[in-house]
């Protein structure tokens, strides 16, 4: 895999393009913090080079993520680290938020995943991992908040082997646990690594050690935990695979630091992996053929789109991962689903909610397209060529409401809203044929609270959920015939989506195995690929 693909060009060599996944409190958005913070995008954690409420964490901007203190929109934060140049893409933690997470993961090349110390492996992390698995993303572990009590490091080591199904190797060792925790020896690099308690900005001292059998180790580290240290690790060479750069880009093994984000300690380490070890921009899937990062024309597609991301503009902007090519501010792109040319003069660059125009991008990294609606989901921006990219995907939601405007004469803005909000991938929207109203579907059941109270601030339109009869929504295809004798049959259960595809809307299991029964030619399915 590694050496039969031609040489990417100097700028496309140096991304990195990732996610971090992690269970909701592993400390994602402290890790992300530091990272900006070592990147040289902030000066202090919580704090980027901007005015504004100083102490406020810069990746979660909506309202609503400041009062949970919860990731909820996906954001994309671009910044230099040594030689490289980091993409990094902010990932909802919350489960709720699980198909947003989905479509980022299509438009990374590796993640790093973060699990707490104490907890391991919890159901969302295992959840998002399962993504990452299908798309055989590299991942990097990071074991956070090893300065609270946490489970022994073999324990934790073996869990992940067990849950995951994945070879762990490591990269580092903790050295003491708790109040004790004072560092990690460097397995990758044979040096020790002290944590500084006092200053929780400061980057950790290195020590440049020759091998574990130093005498020099004696001066920073305490008897019992050295000796301790010397046995695991000896244990741990014995026991667990060594770091091999193929299996962990083929997705089979992942290597683990131990630290403490809120600690900065243990994080220049793991950006220094994702550097030195983490995949270039790796080729993307197109129907009609792979896409490989090296190519001239500019192509790329989006995987999110945002709405009302400056409340004053009623603006939208569409996150595009470019898969090849040198885009340059004010080129004409194709937009390959309408077929009509589209000049991006004011692409954006995200550092965290500031955006700064983008002058020029390269293949891996992310840009934000301002627009009005003419970008969606899966949309494909090429140079010419007629591309539709494939694997990004729209699921069936969990959970459906009735929805009605406080105020019944605003009936026609709360349609407007909701058809924002669907076209931004944050809920599926369906127009009952029979009767007047809409149904919306989601995922996870924070999402009707977050979709309130954003249709209130941001539309200024108190909006009211109802429960609905229905449970469940399918999308149907089939031989056009056969779909109207079904939609005649069943009028009462029929709605369209947003892009005016046809559901059938179901209350039991019952409903689909009798559609299926009685209509062997319809196909039912959960999920649509969001291409076009």
Not at 57 to 75: C, L, P
Not at 205 to 227: C, N, Q, T, Y
Not at 228 to 238: G, N, P, S, W
Not at 307 to 332: C, Y
């Amino acid at each position: 895999m590694l050496d039969n693909r031609p040489t990417l060009p100097p700028e496309i060599a140096r991304r990195r393009t990732f996610a971090i996944i992690s269970h909701p409190d592993a400390g994602k958005t402290t890790l992300t913090e530091k990272f900006l913070l070592f990147g040289g995008a902030i000066q202090m954690a919580g704090q980027v080079r901007a005015k504004g409420e100083a102490r406020r964490t810069r990746s979660d901007f909506m309202k609503m993520e400041q009062e949970r203190g919860i990731s909820v929109s996906a954001s994309a934060m671009s910044f230099d680290y040594r030689d490289y140049r980091f993409n990094l893409v902010d990932t909802p933690g919350h489960s709720d938020f699980s198909e947003d997470t989905y479509r980022t993961l299509t438009a990374v090349d590796a993640a790093i995943m973060v699990i707490d110390g104490a907890k391991g492996v919890e159901s969302q992390t295992q959840k998002l991992f399962e993504v990452c698995r299908l798309r055989d993303l590299p991942i990097l572990t990071f074991c956070n908040k090893m300065d609270r009590e946490s489970r022994d490091t073999f324990d934790i080591i073996d869990e992940i082997q067990q849950n995951l199904a994945i070879d762990v190797t490591p990269a580092s060792w903790p050295i003491g646990m708790g109040r004790d925790f004072i560092g990690a020896y460097d397995l990758l690099h044979d040096q020790l690594e002290i944590m500084d308690r006092a200053d929780r900005n400061r980057v950790a001292e290195s020590v440049k050690i020759e091998g574990l059998d130093d005498p020099k180790l004696a001066d920073h580290i305490p008897a019992d935990l050295l000796a301790k240290l010397r046995e695991e690790v000896e244990m741990a060479r014995e026991l667990l695979p060594a770091f091999d750069r193929a299996s962990f880009l083929n997705g089979s093994m992942t290597p683990i630091w131990f630290g403490s984000a809120i600690n900065s300690f243990g994080v220049k380490e793991l950006m220094d992996g994702m550097g030195e070890y983490g995949p270039t921009p790796q080729p993307q899937k197109a129907a009609e053929r792979h896409i490989s990062a090296d190519e001239g024309p500019v192509t790329g597609f989006v995987f999110k789109v945002q709405a009302n991301m400056d409340p004053k503009h009623r603006d939208r902007v569409a996150f595009v991962r470019l898969a090849s090519g040198h885009f340059e501010r004010g080129m004409k792109l194709l937009h390959v689903r309408s077929k009509k040319p589209m000049a991006v003069s004011n692409p954006v660059l995200f550092l965290a909610a500031d955006r700064e125009l983008a002058e020029e991008a390269w293949a891996g990294d992310i840009i934000g397209i301002p627009n009005h609606g003419q970008l969606r989901i899966g949309d494909a921006l090429t140079e010419g060529e007629a591309l539709h990219f494939t694997g990004i995907p729209s699921f069936a939601p969990e959970l459906l409401q009735g929805v009605r405007a406080g105020d019944p004469m605003k009936a026609k803005h709360l349609e407007k809203a909701l058809m924002q909000f669907a076209e931004e991938g944050a809920a599926k929207v369906f127009k009952p044929m029979i009767g007047s109203g809409f149904i919306v579907g989601v995922v996870g059941a924070l999402q009707f609270e977050v979709l309130a109270s954003r249709i209130e601030q941001e539309y200024s339109l108190p909006v009211r959920f109802e429960p609905s009869q229905f449970t469940s929504a399918r999308w149907v295809s089939g031989p056009k015939a056969e779909v109207e004798r079904f939609v005649n049959v069943n009028k009462g259960h029929i709605a369209t989506d947003n892009d005016g595809d046809m559901v059938y809307l179901t209350r039991l299991k019952w409903d689909i195995d009798r559609v299926e029964r009685d209509y062997p030619d319809l196909r039912l399915t959960a999920t649509k690929e969001m291409m076009v």
